[in-house]
């Protein structure tokens, strides 16, 4: 089983950006699918980008905006976002899975971004 803890959000303005990050540790990560989710109050969780290389899939609500990276030479996963919007506020975690299989795979504890108009 992999571990993965969330960092990076925080309080940005309309228009700013944030990178989150997502370390791994138990299992290398770059044979798993890696993914951003990310949970508004008194709403569901919704997808907001994967990668599962050489693909990336991306949410269009963020489509143009947001971009998703990893290193694996740090065992880590990004989440660049850029153009935030204050809809863009939500609890962001991350997740991995070996088959993309994300709702069985292991996923962070999340981190919060919040951005004020």
């Known amino acids: 089983q992999v571990q993965l803890v969330e960092s990076g959000g925080g309080l940005v303005q309309a228009g700013g950006s ?4 997502c370390a ?9 699918a890696v993914g951003w989710f990310r949970q508004a109050p008194g709403k569901e969780r919704e997808f907001v980008a ?4 050489p693909t990336t899939y991306y949410a269009d609500a963020v489509k143009g905006r947001f971009t998703i990276s990893r290193d694996n ?3 880590t996963v990004y989440l660049q ?15 991995a899975d070996s088959k993309g299989d994300f709702d069985s795979g292991s996923w962070g504890q999340g981190t919060q971004v919040t951005v004020s108009s």
Do not use: F
């Open 50 to 53: 994967a990668r599962n290389d």
């Open 73 to 75: 030479a740090k065992n």
């Open 24 to 32: 791994a540790s138990g299992r290398t990560l770059s044979t798993y």
């Open 18 to 21: 944030l990178r989150l990050s």
């Open 81 to 95: 976002m850029n153009s935030l919007k204050p809809e863009d506020t939500a609890v962001y975690y991350c997740a």
